[in-house]
């Protein structure tokens, strides 16, 4: 036992040092009995901590800034729990800011659409703000630019504008509109603000270095011509705001201490510092994190509009779908979302996470809350030959893993269903299911004997005889009989019927973006199937969209949120193991 806690405690030294040692947990539950785990700071924590420490800030504000241009996908839960938990932890508070710097693709849906994912996932904004609205103080900024002499309109094309970009190894060169006076710039961007020029015949540029070793710094674009409707200020602005332009002065207005960005905004952060040096405001930084990718998905908003736009999903919130309204209709509970975003942790470094570790999140939680239910999804009918009494009810519980969990009543008679991969004619060694001579357990009910198969004139099994034992009762069994198999049925009489879709990853490969070719060609085709009629015990007439259902040797499954026109339709959330990792140890 010394050498095994000396190897354990090694080990842990080692978690411990690793930022990735959530993935340790995962592959390893077992490290978790040894000895509790002690999770140290991310680096984003050690700089909140080290700021209020130096009194550098008194308390936080951190901001969560997506684009109403889509739906919320996984990777944003991860940003999502990373702004929020951060002002949770320390005692700040988050804003919830919609970049709504592009009219031509934003709607008001998706602004919608992200409310509720934020909430749904448990967090909660003090503020609620647009970029919107500040594009009277934005325009002011872009003057006040202009008046120093860090900015001018431009009137090259964008190809002219690329062109004299220069590359990473050599300079840029100047536009030969670069040196307009002072008073012409501001005369130009008004006109532009006025709407008196169409889309791309000027751009406002910022005045900074054609030289720059970042090519972000070499004049970047402000400001762009854009005569869109937008969804919330109408017609009134011809000219809208880049990204660069609209980010950091939005924080500085709202005084955000830590602006937390992913990877690819590292470029980006020297044009974020010199914006609110030259417009003297509130000290704003900006700090990045890694994209977590997930497995057997994609998560570029482009790519998954595209699958929505080509009819390979059934919409943003197909149960297939990697975004947070997808993963609420299949079923998946925001406490193991939030779980899964807790154990991959931040890190500085993009990286791609096995969905089999948000599945496993799922699998844990819905382990302790869902209810157990008894469904038949191919039945094969079964006759008790020697059950002569009318129905009778049995108890099951609802789940075994609560402690205050109730119990449901289960209607047993004469002719039941089961499964038909439960029974076989001619089974193997060591087959625990059913086939002539051959008993198994009926869960919440009686052991049965196979005595007869009965056949259609094509030689298929179109029912079972069976013989029931009245002495081995489940709770009750004084028959002395052991089996070694338990199989799940449905009494016919009262049986219910329902519509079961069987949802699985939505890509055969892991990575699909990385492929060749388009990343549409390794869709999965069996990523839906149907059922059309399955057979369930009575309880689930009274089915509510609030619980969760463990289809006992199934899957977990919910009921799909949109109208079914009266039907029951049930979603698989996940199966009870992971299909796929045997799937891949046999390749």
Sequence with gaps: MTMIHSFVNSIRRFVIACPNHCAFNYLCPAYKTVMPEEKSLNFI????????ESGKYKSIVTRFPPEPNGYLHIGHAT??????????????????????TNPA?????????????????????????????????????????????????????????AALKGTPTEPGKASPFRERSTEENLRLFEEM?????????????????????????????LYRIKHAHHHRTGDKWSIYPMYDMAHPPSDSIEEVTHSLCTMEFVPHRELYDWLLQHLDTFPSHQYEFARRNLSYTVMSKR?????????????????????ISGMRRRGYPPEAINEFCERIGIAKRDNLVDVGLLEFCVREHLNKI???????????????TNYTGSNEFLEGEDNPEDDKSESREIPFGKELYIEREDFM??????????????MVRLKHAYIIKCDEAIKDENGNVTELRCTYIPESKSGHDTSG????????????????????????RLFKVEDPSNEEGDFKDYINADSLQTVATAYAEPALKAAKLAERYQFLRKGYFTLDNKETHGRLVFNRTVTLKDAWAKEQKRN
Excluded: C
């Design 45 to 52: 924590e050690e700089i909140v901590e080290k700021d209020l």
């Design 79 to 100: 940003s999502i729990n990373l702004n929020f938990g951060l002002a949770k932890k320390y005692g700040g508070y988050t804003n919830l800011r919609f970049d709504d």
């Design 105 to 161: 693709t934003e709607e008001t849906e998706y602004v919608e659409s992200i409310k509720e994912d934020v909430r749904w996932l448990g967090f909660e904004w003090k503020n609620e703000h647009f970029a919107s609205d500040y594009f009277e103080q934005l325009y002011e900024f872009a003057v006040r630019l202009i008046k120093k002499g860090l900015a001018y309109v431009d009137d090259s094309t964008s190809e002219e504008i």
């Design 193 to 221: 603000r006025e709407g008196k020029h169409p889309d791309g015949a000027r751009v406002l540029r910022a005045k900074v270095d054609m030289a720059s070793p970042n090519m972000i710094m070499r004049d970047p674009i």
């Design 303 to 323: 790519k998954l509009l595209q699958l929505v736009n080509e009819g390979h999903v059934d919409g943003w919130d197909d149960p297939r779908m990697p975004t």
């Design 370 to 384: 869902a209810l157990r239910r008894m469904v038949v999804f191919d039945p094969l009918k079964v006759v008790i």
């Design 425 to 438: 004619e001619n089974p193997p060694k060591k087959y625990f299911r059913l086939f002539p001579g051959g």
């Design 481 to 504: 009989i052991n089996v070694k198999g338990t199989l799940h049925w449905v009494e016919v009489t009262n049986a219910i019927t329902a519509e079961v879709r069987l949802y699985d």
